[in-house]
């Protein structure tokens, strides 16, 4: 089992920045890949980045080039440096780990979830 919790979420402007972190502990080894996604109200979850053991990235269109995923391999975290936030950003962010280093774009490829934090962007 893994465990994972996000923090660093909160209420910025619009312009603004947060960076999101998770935290994992459990069997980390078997989740080479980790990924953040986002749910806003009446919407689906929706894939926002992701990072393969290797640290090979992928983005979302959304958020390419003012979002960037990073990771510490020794610490088990895995954070999302959020730049430009616009009003859209607004959502409950998750991260989720992967079994299988896929780097997945999928929420079905994902096996662990975290309880999600809360970005609220003002206009």
């Known amino acids: 089992q893994v465990q994972l919790v996000e923090s660093g979420g909160g209420l910025v402007q619009a312009g603004g920045s947060l960076r999101l972190s998770c935290a994992a502990s459990?069997?980390?080894?078997?989740?080479?890949?980790m990924g953040w996604f986002r749910q806003a109200p009446g919407k689906d979850r929706e894939f926002v980045a992701t990072i393969r053991w290797s640290g090979m990235t992928r983005y979302a269109d959304s958020v390419n080039g003012r979002f960037t995923i990073s990771r510490d391999n020794a610490k088990n975290t895995v954070d999302l440096q959020m730049n430009s936030l616009k009003p859209e950003d607004t959502a409950v962010y998750y991260c989720?780990?992967?079994?299988?280093?896929?780097?997945?774009?999928?929420?079905?490829?994902?096996?662990?979830w975290g309880q999600g934090t809360q970005v609220t962007v003002s206009s």
């Open positions: 459990g069997r980390t080894f078997s989740t080479p890949a």
């Open positions: 989720a780990a992967d079994r299988n280093d896929y780097g997945s774009r999928f929420s079905v490829a994902y096996d662990y």
